[in-house]
Structures are given as structure tokens and as C-alpha cells.
């Protein structure tokens, strides 16, 4: 089942008198139960078009479709609710809230999308175990290095079974090992609980769990398949 479309999207930057294409009308399609990995040389629009995906940025023309419902670029103001509704995203400059702990960061993205109390609390240190960040749960950002900032932005964007995961380079910073339990584990989200999974990423390992590989070239897509 299709999750998320994208139709002819493009993206323009403006820069002085210049106007940069970095988008060449792609079209995507992201289906439930799906990994896709999206792999493509730097400034090639990679990570422009996950935050247009993403609800992060507006096309500058074409359509994104998610869940069945248009995302207006003339109403900006409703980005957020369409990222509060369907999307996790692990950013790959990890963007936790430095005065929160590993739990409270988990546990605050899950009372944004609606779940409080003692249920957003059971969830966030669900995640945190499945990263191995139990026993770091109550250290603050600060006292974390990169790779527990990692697990913690990718436990924060499993959690609440959002339907979208977004992922910008989710194994970047956290050694082999954990680098594939982390995609182990979006295998089984997306198999087990339904959830279309799309991952920017150079990492070689991510192919091994990707049902899909696409390419993306001066801002237009090649998809190479399975």
C-alpha cells in the first residue's frame, strides 16, 4: 500500500540573482512494510528531498501526497501536523533538547504526537532498550557521545509508531555492531509493524536491508530495484 508520493517535485534556491535547481521533478512512491535506500554523491539533493518528504521543506512545484492527503505548500502552517501525524525522522545532527535526559527527549517527541504519561513513558524506554540506552537514560545530551546521541535521536524517531521513518544517515556515528542491530531493527519495524522506512545513506550495510535502492543524480532519480 502506498504511504507517500511525491509527484514532479521540484526545489529552487535562490542565491543573489541565481536561482539553484537542486530537485529535477522526481517522482517516489513509498509503500507500507518497505526499507528504501536512497544513496547518491554530495549535492546530488539527497537530503533536500528527504525534508521536503519529510514536511521539513515546501516544493517549489509538484505534489507530495501523504496517507491519501495532499501536502499544501500555500499552508505552511500545517507542516507540522502532517509530521506529528505520520513521520519519525533521525536527523543525522541529532537535534536533541540539550536540558532534557535520553528519556525525557524520547518521552517529550511522544507527548507532542499525543501520548502522555505513564504510556509515553513505557514506550520511550522501550526504545531506549532497543538502542542499548537503558542504563544511559537519565544522562543529559551533554554527558552522551555522538553515537549515544545518535541511538537516542533514532529511539525518538521509532517511537510512537509513526507510520513514515525518515532516516538521514542513522548509522553515521555508532560503531558496526550497533550499526546493524539499528537496521535490523527497521527491518522488523517495517515488516512487523507496516511502517514504508527511507534511508539516506552511504553505509554498504544498509543495502543488505533495503528492499528497494534508489539512486538520485543531479537532482533526478534512477531507481536500480531490489
Known amino acids: 500500500m502506498t504511504i507517500l508520493q511525491a509527484r514532479e517535485v521540484t526545489k529552487d ?28 554523491p554530495s549535492g546530488s539533493g539527497k537530503t533536500t528531498l528527504l525534508f521536503i518528504l519529510g514536511c521539513l521543506l515546501s516544493p517549489s512545484s509538484g505534489r507530495v501526497i501523504m496517507e491519501g ?20 525522522f533521525v536527523f543525522q545532527q541529532f ?12 518521552e517529550y ?29 537519565r544522562a543529559r545530551p551533554r554527558d552522551l557521545s555522538g553515537g549515544q546521541k545518535q541511538r537516542v535521536a533514532i529511539a525518538r524517531a521509532l517511537a510512537g509508531r509513526t507510520a513514515i521513518l525518515l532516516a538521514d544517515e542513522p548509522t553515521a556515528s555508532i560503531d558496526s555492531r550497533l550499526g546493524r542491530q539499528v537496521l535490523d531493527l527497521f527491518a522488523r519495524l517495517a515488516r512487523d509493524e507496516d511502517r514504508a522506512v527511507l534511508i539516506v545513506s552511504h553505509d554498504p550495510k544498509v543495502r543488505t536491508v533495503a528492499d528497494r535502492i534508489i539512486r538520485i543524480e543531479d537532482g533526478r532519480l534512477l531507481e536500480e530495484g531490489t
Open 69 to 88: 492527503e495532499e501536502v499544501d505548500p500555500r499552508r505552511p502552517d500545517r507542516l507540522p501536523e502532517f509530521r506529528k501525524r505520520s513521520i519519525g
Open 109 to 137: 517527541a511522544l507527548n507532542v504526537k499525543g501520548l502522555t504519561g505513564k504510556a509515553a513513558r513505557r514506550e520511550a524506554e522501550r526504545m531506549l532498550a532497543a538502542v542499548e540506552l537503558w542504563e544511559r537514560r
Open 95 to 106: 537535534h536533541l533538547f540539550s536540558a532534557l535526559t535520553a528519556l525525557e527527549n524520547v
Open 13 to 40: 534556491f535562490v542565491e543573489g540573482r541565481e536561482t539553484l535547481r537542486v530537485l529535477r521533478g522526481i517522482s517516489l512512491n513509498l509503500h507500507r512494510g518497505e526499507v528504501v535506500l536512497l544513496e547518491g
